[in-house]
């Protein structure tokens, strides 16, 4: 595997942890937001991997 997929699945077992914690604590803007970051990092990852 790439470093750089390597990294981003780091990038995104961090923002899981956070959208958690922001949906915990009812802060919903964060959330979505977080939601948003983990979206748009799968979508790089299946585009490098696909190339």
Do not use: G, L, Y
């Given at each position: 595997m790439k470093p750089i997929?390597?990294?981003l699945f780091e990038e995104?077992?961090?923002l899981?942890?956070?959208l958690e914690y922001y949906s915990?604590?009812?802060m919903f803007h964060?959330?979505?937001f977080k939601r948003y970051q983990?979206?748009?990092r799968h979508d790089f990852?299946?585009?490098s991997?696909?190339?």
């Open positions: 997929i390597s990294k995104i077992d961090e899981e942890e956070e915990k604590h009812d964060q959330a979505h983990i979206v748009i990852i299946k585009k991997v696909m190339h």
